[in-house]
């Protein structure tokens, strides 16, 4: 029951002093009885003694009963300050009425003023704050998260920004000029002109001149068309020279195919872009220390200990006397191959693994332009996936924090003094001294004396492609380096599905063999189903910095094993048909029969293989495969696979282990793999071998 208000309410505001004198009584003598029971005390009681208690209905000092303030506006005071004197019963709990808060607290965010239980004329009572809304928790009427709209517009600008300088262009002046640009080179410009008939006709020639720090790229046109390009840098070492003239044939290349007739605006400046790109970065790093110099140091290093390990590659087994056996060998098995300049690429790079091991490479003299010149451009780019590669650079870094660069040809022996080492089993290397920087050179360099400081740059490998490895094995490669260890995030990945690219389970994958029985060819359908017995988190390893070219040599085999392992997956999985796909097709194939079975019949045209893998990643790589059908009398066979250092395989046939070095069978099943890095053909051979 609400109590009764005056019957004549004032028309307009009464100011506080007025306000104060007014006394509006509430009647006691009505014949009302309120529904209530009397132990619920009556608002009216209970504005009184809450009035004394709300933090902003205070008297003003001197007066018990002057006029109430919030915020600076006059309150009327409550009709329990002037009626009623009956104050609530001990342990009740005050509330403030909506009507005798005001509209003024309305700003302050109290909708209730509680006071504590049985302490109501002792403690001042506590303000809770009004519920908020759906809008306030980010959610919207239907109870899904409310949209945000500025991460969307950063989101959009990021893709905005992502697409920007991605488009190169065609070739052209204006082409060229913008790509040299953009890359942070100094343009000059140079025309030749021709008289006719006493004047100067419009220009046939022009030269554009890109500079840098150290290094000049001259461009010859004629129109739009390039007919030259000269790559200039400026250094000590003696490969410089060599490795000028490979650059300036790769850039041609870029600017003016050989194996295209297209008008000059056809061709992409995209390989130029990139390669431009690569020696933009050197450049800029070349302002107290030559970059170039650095790598061509390591590559006259590196070229000496590949080209002692190929001579003497003979009595390695290396599996063939022939030089391509050879080359092969080292660049599988031993230190890798360098390479400057190569497939249409500057810069250096050590081939350490391929794919396709039994094909011979092509061949090139590595001691002038070692550019895969003779290949088609299919060819090319077949053979360039094929190839596990790392790209050595150089890159900013303090050198408190990791070893910096050094500038020197020494860092293997001379090849008098790799025998000794070799008959040891081991590499000579050398240490070569720090490069050190004079006073005032580099301002931001290290101290080391009071003349001489160290540089802010250290060498960089990056993979070409990246490899997977496991987590554990991510960090150790990182230690081994001396290297800070990748930090482990929430969001991890398992191996298989980080390699595989598939979101938490691998699905089940079909792949088409061609397989050979009693000498008739038959297609196949292996069914692929993975499962792993102890899921290890993946790591996608892209770079490695290093100070010393021993640390990536002593890494190689570890690179190999891991390179090895992702291809033969990738092959039966990546791009192949799920299982969602896989179905459909499964009922409506032919199955081999018992009939098939008892008659040796191994293949049957139309059929589904089913193959299951057990995948282990930790401590060696090891696929368990169980293969039906391997011979008449027997349903599977298990088959465990595992991959060592420098990719070479471990076959084990049920439960007696097979490998190279204990029977013939077990050098035939292992090189059978190494030869065709297939396991679907391989498998199918396996049945045939096993079988017979």
């Not at 410009?189 to 030269?207: D, Q």
Request: glycine share 8%; proline share 7%; charged share 20%.
């Amino acid at each position: 029951m609400s109590t009764p208000a005056p019957s004549h309410p004032p028309t307009q505001p009464l100011s506080a002093s007025k306000r104060a004198t007014q006394h509006v009584s509430t009647p006691s003598n009505l014949s009302y009885t309120s529904p209530a029971p009397r132990s619920v005390p009556s608002p009216a009681t209970l504005r009184k003694d809450q009035a004394g208690k709300t933090p902003v209905n205070h008297p003003t000092t001197g007066s018990s009963q002057g006029s109430k303030t919030l915020a600076g506006t006059p309150m009327l005071q409550s009709l329990s300050q002037q009626g009623s004197t009956v104050s609530p019963s001990a342990g009740m709990m005050a509330f403030e009425t909506l009507t005798g808060m005001g509209s003024g607290l309305s700003g302050l965010g109290l909708g209730m003023e509680m006071g504590t239980p049985g302490l109501t004329g002792l403690t001042p009572s506590m303000g809770a704050a009004m519920i908020p809304t759906m809008s306030e928790l980010g959610l919207t009427g239907s109870g899904r998260e409310k949209r945000n709209e500025d991460e969307e517009r950063k989101v959009k600008l990021r893709r905005v920004l992502k697409s920007i300088g991605k488009a190169r262009g065609r070739v052209s002046e204006e082409g060229i000029a913008r790509v040299a640009r953009r890359a942070g080179f100094a343009l000059e410009y140079s025309e030749g002109r021709s008289k006719a008939k006493g004047r100067e006709t419009a220009a046939v020639a022009r030269t554009i001149d890109i500079a840098g720090k150290v290094v000049i790229v001259e461009v010859k046109l004629e129109g739009e068309e390039v007919q030259s390009v000269k790559v200039t840098t400026s250094g000590d070492s003696k490969e410089l020279e060599r490795h000028n003239e490979s650059a300036s044939v790769v850039l041609l290349h870029d600017l003016k195919p050989t194996d295209r007739v297209d008008v000059g605006l056809e061709v992409s400046l995209d390989s130029f872009a990139s390669n431009l790109d690569w020696m933009a970065r050197l450049d800029r790093g070349s302002e107290k220390v030559n970059c170039f110099d650095a790598l061509s140091g390591l590559y006259s290093s590196l070229q000496r200990l590949y080209e002692y390990e190929t001579s003497h590659a003979s009595g390695t087994g290396s599996g063939g006397s022939s030089a391509v056996d050879h080359v092969m060998h080292t660049t599988c098995k031993r230190s890798g191959r360098p390479r400057f300049n190569a497939r249409r690429r500057l810069g250096l790079a050590i081939d350490y693994w391929r794919d396709e091991r039994a094909i011979a490479p092509p061949q090139a003299d590595d001691s002038m332009v070692d550019i895969d010149t003779a290949e088609s451009p299919s060819d090319g780019a077949q053979d360039e996936s094929s190839v596990y590669s790392l790209s050595l650079g150089v890159e900013r870094s303090a050198p408190d924090i990791y070893m910096p660069i050094r500038v020197s040809d020494s860092w293997v022996a001379d090849p008098s003094a790799m025998d000794a080492a070799a008959a040891l089993g081991g590499i000579p290397w050398e240490e070569p001294p720090p490069t050190l920087l004079t006073e005032g050179s580099d301002p931001d360099a290290m101290i080391l004396g009071a003349a001489q400081r160290l540089p802010h740059l250290r060498f960089v490998a990056k993979f070409d492609p990246p490899i997977i490895v496991p987590f554990t094995t991510a960090v150790n490669i990182h230690t081994a380096v001396g290297a800070a260890p990748p930090q482990a995030f929430a969001n991890l990945i398992p191996w298989a599905s980080l390699l595989l690219e598939v979101n938490g389970y691998v699905p089940p994958a079909t792949q088409t063999v061609l397989a050979f029985g009693d000498g008739v060819e038959s297609e196949v359908q292996h069914r692929y189903n993975m499962h792993t017995a102890k899921p290890d988190f993946g790591y996608r390893l892209e770079q490695l910095p290093f100070s010393h070219p021993r640390q990536l040599v002593e890494l190689l085999p570890t690179f190999r094993q891991w390179a090895c392992m992702g291809s033969l997956l990738k092959r039966i999985f990546a791009g192949l048909t799920t299982a969602e796909a896989a179905g459909p097709m499964a009922e409506s194939a032919t199955h081999i029969s018992l009939d098939d079975l008892t008659s040796g019949s191994l293949n049957t045209p139309g059929s589904i293989l089913p193959i299951d893998l057990t995948l282990v990643t930790t401590p060696t790589p090891t696929l368990g495969l169980s293969i039906p059908y391997v011979h008449p009398n027997k349903s599977a066979a298990k088959i465990t696979l595992a991959v060592l250092p420098n990719g070479d395989f471990n076959v084990g046939v049920a439960s007696a282990t097979v490998t190279k070095a204990q029977s013939v069978q077990g050098q035939k099943l292992a090189r059978g793999l190494d030869q065709c890095n297939d396991l679907g053909v391989w498998i199918e051979w396996l049945r045939v071998e096993i079988a017979g």
